[in-house]
């Protein structure tokens, strides 16, 4: 026996380099294994979930870095309190708004010289007036919604253009903002509706046709942006009192998914957390800085796309908007959100994004163009293997050896000479597809978090972790998981079954509800400015979405 087993001990230089080849392949795989960019521990948990529930309802939610007794962050800086202290005064750096170069203090002559001339030449009253902006995404938008909000005058803003005529029919406004291009389509509402006799200003961007200017009725006065800003520059400044940050400064109007026509009454204290809630969803190491540049898909008008323009502002990016985003045309053309339309800020001379807000549907047709790309290379399927092998461990780069040699070409054959400089992509506005997630992260190769909006909430309602890489995808569900509560939102479900709950221990589903220094107040359509009650209150908003909470705290 002793023999026996000698012999098969019997070693020579063979063995022995091949042992040492074996002993050197182990530990280097061990070694250069990839690391998880975030501990595993701090994706296992969340969400902050409260202890007691009531009937019917699941506990309470909230953010794990905010926790349940934590404060919900209000504004982005101790400094900022309403919206005109987002222009940060002691930066005076020069970035692109769309396709103008501006720099902070000239932006903020700009708000105090229209300002001024608005209350000169549209006899606008403090406090009393209101202003409907009809205007596409632009920097006259900024300006004129930054201008208005420092005279305390409340503007009203459209999420479709289809809301025209029934909002100017149950809030007349005071004056009207608008392109010289949508002057005729109001002044035909104006005369079809019989206030033809009543006074009204219009103010346009742009230069209206003689053949327009022609029709318009004796006590309809319009007047041309240029003009208005160039009296403001003329004459002193008017200084009004500083509004508070609990003052609503906006409505904005959009349709429920029943068709009933709601108001989102929005406050400076609002967008303020609104911003502050857009830059947690980038961690730290990847926060915005001045170098960025920001892309969206979500119109101004609405609470969210304003939240995430502001953001730009604060941060002193550059910023522009898609074609998509735009709600008013001068032909029955409606934009698609698509490839083309993902690329549409080439339209502006704005530096290559590094992050962009999109839509699903942006991602959804961006994700196979590349890859179908990225297939035309022989070493592809050894690239996707070792990518999605990475992703599995938690771990993504775009620095790697595969993004070299198959991803970096597809990338920049579809996206073009941004695709180099694309840091993040922040999604939004719709429904995310779970199958496509993976896939969009082998895509893109960096950080992809999936939020949840809504027309009352000025920043993201549920957002996932921008370092979570995990493929949390539940069978029957198509949607991809949309994370926890932002970090100043707080969450519940209503309408939970109970028995299915504690009795078999099911994760609870039901009706969302939110609550949070970003939540608007709901108006209805009646003139005056009524907030309707939801169910017990105590701040709670319905969403009407149906969602599940899952054991991590993600919905």
């Given at each position: 026996?002793?023999?026996?087993?000698?012999?098969?001990?019997?070693?020579?230089?063979?063995?022995?380099?091949?042992?040492?080849?074996?002993?050197?392949?182990?530990?280097?795989?061990?070694?250069?294994?990839?690391?998880?960019?975030?501990?595993?521990?701090?994706?296992?948990?969340?969400?902050?979930?409260?202890?007691?529930?009531?009937?019917?309802?699941?506990?309470?939610?909230?953010n794990y870095g905010t926790g349940l007794m934590g404060r919900f962050p209000l504004r982005p800086g101790k400094d900022v309190h309403i919206l005109a202290d987002l222009i940060k005064p002691d930066s005076d750096a020069s970035r692109t708004l769309w396709s103008t170069k501006i720099s902070n203090p000239t932006l903020q002559d700009r708000v105090a010289a229209f300002g001024?001339?608005?209350?000169?030449?549209?006899?606008?009253?403090?406090?009393?007036?209101?202003?409907?902006?009809?205007?596409?995404?632009?920097?006259?938008?900024?300006?004129?919604?930054?201008?208005?909000?420092?005279?305390?005058?409340?503007?009203?803003?459209?999420?479709?253009?289809?809301?025209?005529?029934?909002?100017?029919?149950?809030?007349?406004?005071?004056?009207?903002?608008?392109?010289?291009?949508?002057?005729?389509?109001?002044?035909?509402?104006?005369?079809?509706?019989?206030?033809?006799?009543?006074?009204?200003?219009?103010?346009?961007?742009?230069?209206?046709?003689?053949?327009?200017?022609?029709?318009?009725?004796?006590?309809?006065?319009?007047?041309?942006?240029?003009?208005?800003?160039?009296?403001?520059?003329?004459?002193?400044?008017?200084?009004?009192?500083?509004?508070?940050?609990?003052?609503?400064?906006?409505?904005?109007?959009?349709?429920?998914?029943?068709?009933?026509?709601?108001?989102?009454?929005?406050?400076?204290?609002?967008?303020?957390?609104?911003?502050?809630?857009?830059?947690?969803?980038?961690?730290?190491?990847?926060?915005?800085?001045?170098?960025?540049?920001?892309?969206?898909?979500?119109?101004?008008?609405?609470?969210?796309?304003?939240?995430?323009?502001?953001?730009?502002?604060?941060?002193?990016?550059?910023?522009?908007?898609?074609?998509?985003?735009?709600?008013?045309?001068?032909?029955?053309?409606?934009?698609?959100?698509?490839?083309?339309?993902?690329?549409?800020?080439?339209?502006?001379?704005?530096?290559?994004?590094?992050?962009?807000?999109?839509?699903?549907?942006?991602?959804?047709?961006?994700?196979?163009?590349?890859?179908?790309?990225?297939?035309?290379?022989?070493?592809?399927?050894?690239?996707?293997?070792?990518?999605?092998?990475?992703?599995?461990?938690?771990?993504?780069?775009?620095?790697?050896?595969?993004?070299?040699?198959?991803?970096?070409?597809?990338?920049?054959?579809?996206?073009?000479?941004?695709?180099?400089?694309?840091?993040?992509?922040?999604?939004?506005?719709?429904?995310?597809?779970?199958?496509?997630?993976?896939?969009?992260?082998?895509?893109?190769?960096?950080?992809?978090?999936?939020?949840?909006?809504?027309?009352?909430?000025?920043?993201?309602?549920?957002?996932?972790?921008?370092?979570?890489?995990?493929?949390?995808?539940?069978?029957?569900?198509?949607?991809?998981?949309?994370?926890?509560?932002?970090?100043?939102?707080?969450?519940?479900?209503?309408?939970?079954?109970?028995?299915?709950?504690?009795?078999?221990?099911?994760?609870?589903?039901?009706?969302?509800?939110?609550?949070?220094?970003?939540?608007?107040?709901?108006?209805?359509?009646?003139?005056?400015?009524?907030?309707?009650?939801?169910?017990?209150?105590?701040?709670?908003?319905?969403?009407?979405?149906?969602?599940?909470?899952?054991?991590?705290?993600?919905?």
């Amino acid at each position: 026996m002793a023999s026996l087993l000698s012999d098969y001990l019997v070693t020579d230089d063979t063995t022995i380099l091949l042992g040492l080849i074996a002993a050197t392949v182990f530990l280097l795989n061990n070694l250069y294994k990839p690391q998880p960019l975030v501990h595993p521990i701090l994706l296992g948990r969340q969400s902050d979930v409260a202890r007691v529930r009531h009937a019917g309802e699941s506990a309470v939610y909230r953010n794990y870095g905010t926790g349940l007794m934590g404060r919900f962050p209000l504004r982005p800086g101790k400094d900022v309190h309403i919206l005109a202290d987002l222009i940060k005064p002691d930066s005076d750096a020069s970035r692109t708004l769309w396709s103008t170069k501006i720099s902070n203090p000239t932006l903020q002559d700009r708000v105090a010289a229209f300002g001024t001339g608005l209350l000169r030449l549209g006899g606008l009253e403090v406090g009393e007036s209101n202003v409907l902006l009809l205007l596409n995404d632009c920097i006259e938008f900024i300006i004129a919604d930054l201008a208005l909000a420092s005279h305390s005058i409340p503007s009203f803003t459209l999420s479709a253009s289809n809301l025209l005529a029934s909002v100017l029919d149950s809030h007349p406004p005071s004056a009207i903002i608008t392109h010289a291009s949508m002057l005729p389509q109001i002044l035909e509402l104006i005369y079809d509706s019989g206030e033809g006799g009543r006074n009204h200003t219009i103010i346009v961007v742009g230069e209206p046709s003689p053949q327009t200017m022609a029709s318009v009725a004796s006590k309809v006065n319009v007047l041309r942006w240029s003009d208005v800003e160039r009296e403001g520059v003329r004459v002193e400044k008017i200084i009004s009192p500083i509004p508070k940050p609990s003052d609503v400064f906006t409505v904005s109007f959009f349709s429920s998914e029943s068709g009933h026509i709601q108001g989102a009454q929005l406050t400076h204290e609002n967008i303020t957390a609104g911003v502050a809630a857009v830059r947690a969803l980038l961690p730290l190491s990847h926060a915005f800085s001045q170098l960025d540049t920001v892309i969206s898909a979500h119109t101004l008008s609405s609470a969210y796309g304003r939240a995430i323009a502001y953001t730009a502002i604060y941060e002193g990016t550059s910023f522009a908007t898609l074609e998509s985003s735009k709600l008013f045309h001068e032909n029955e053309y409606t934009p698609q959100a698509n490839v083309t339309d993902a690329l549409s800020f080439k339209a502006y001379t704005i530096p290559s994004p590094t992050v962009a807000f999109f839509k699903p549907d942006h991602v959804h047709t961006l994700v196979p163009e590349i890859l179908k790309e990225a297939r035309k290379s022989l070493l592809f399927p050894f690239g996707w293997r070792h990518k999605l092998a990475s992703i599995s461990e938690g771990f993504m780069t775009r620095e790697s050896l595969w993004d070299r040699l198959v991803f970096d070409a597809a990338r920049s054959k579809v996206v073009g000479n941004g695709a180099a400089s694309l840091r993040a992509v922040i999604i939004s506005g719709g429904t995310f597809a779970a199958d496509t997630v993976t896939r969009a992260r082998i895509a893109f190769s960096i950080p992809i978090v999936n939020c949840y909006s809504h027309p009352l909430v000025a920043g993201p309602v549920l957002a996932s972790h921008a370092l979570d890489l995990q493929d949390l995808a539940v069978d029957g569900i198509a949607n991809a998981h949309t994370g926890p509560p932002s970090v100043n939102v707080e969450a519940k479900l209503v309408g939970v079954d109970d028995e299915q709950v504690e009795n078999h221990g099911a994760d609870p589903v039901g009706i969302l509800m939110v609550r949070g220094p970003t939540v608007g107040r709901l108006e209805s359509m009646e003139r005056s400015y009524v907030s309707i009650p939801s169910g017990e209150d105590e701040g709670w908003v319905g969403t009407g979405l149906r969602a599940t909470a899952q054991t991590n705290g993600g919905v």
